[in-house]
């Protein structure tokens, strides 16, 4: 399969966790920012690092854009540059801009310009901190949406040596368990007679109202 490529404008702490994470992930990563400072730090993490001023049409066209998969607009104190940069992104073609918003305005903005997402990286962290704080017991939680999670639970006492038949998890505690993990082995497809004990693992999904009434009976 060909390696996915990606374009990132702006290396602030934002842009630059984004480029390294996609090159680590092996995809092929472009950056661009007018400070040769942030260039140098990524060059020899990325696949291709760019000075220059995003807002610069004819230096945007010289990198041939149009075949990328998709772009990151990290810039958010610069508006003029970031709603640019977005602007042209969607023009060459690129299916799928995502650019970072400094305030509401800034992102109904990039909206009207066409923008796929909008993301507040700042906003976005704070709320997911703040829930993995308030499920506290559970290690490794996943977050689907502001209401339902998947993670890890260890297993409460009063469930050692039962099957998930006999407990009735999904009946009684409206939880889905979708994996066990005994010691280092995982199993994605627990059968409804397997006896749990309370070395296991379980991975389960559910609202968080759920897996917070769950939570009480492992603490
Ligand atoms: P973070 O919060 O992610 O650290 P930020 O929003 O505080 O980022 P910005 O001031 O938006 O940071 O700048 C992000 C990066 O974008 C900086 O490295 C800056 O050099 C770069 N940048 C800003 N304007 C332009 C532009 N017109 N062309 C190229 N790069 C730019």
């Known amino acids: 399969m060909a390696k ?3 374009v990132v404008f702006g290396l602030g ?6 480029a390294a994470t996609l090159a680590e992930s092996g995809c092929n990563v472009l950056v661009v920012d007018s400070n040769q400072e942030k260039i140098q730090e990524l060059a020899d993490i990325v696949t291709y690092a760019v000075k220059g001023d995003v807002a610069d049409v004819e230096m945007l066209e010289s990198l041939g854009l149009s075949n990328f998969d998709g ?23 690129i299916p799928y801009v995502m650019a970072k918003a400094q ?3 800034h992102a109904k903005v990039l909206k009207k310009v066409g923008v796929d997402q909008v993301v507040f990286p700042e906003k976005e962290t704070g709320i997911r901190v703040a829930h993995n704080l ?12 502001s209401n339902f999670s998947i993670l890890e639970l260890d297993v409460p006492e009063e469930w050692d040596g039962h099957s998930l038949k006999e407990l009735n998890i999904r009946a009684k505690h409206s939880l889905n368990v979708i994996g066990i993990k005994k010691a280092s082995e995982m199993n994605i497809n627990p059968a409804p007679d397997e006896k749990l004990s309370k070395e296991d693992v379980l991975i389960v999904i559910g609202d968080n109202d759920s897996l917070n009434r769950i939570k009480e009976k492992v603490k």
Do not use: D, H, P, Q
Not at 13 to 18: D, I
């Open 4 to 6: 996915k490529e990606f």
């Open 134 to 145: 308030v499920m506290g017991n559970f290690f490794n939680a996943i977050e689907l949406s």
């Open 13 to 18: 702490r934002f842009g630059k966790s984004v």
């Open 103 to 105: 305030n509401e305005l």
């Open 71 to 93: 772009a990151i607009v990290a810039i958010g104190e610069n508006l003029e540059a970031s709603v640019m940069v977005t602007i042209l992104a969607k023009e060459m073609g």
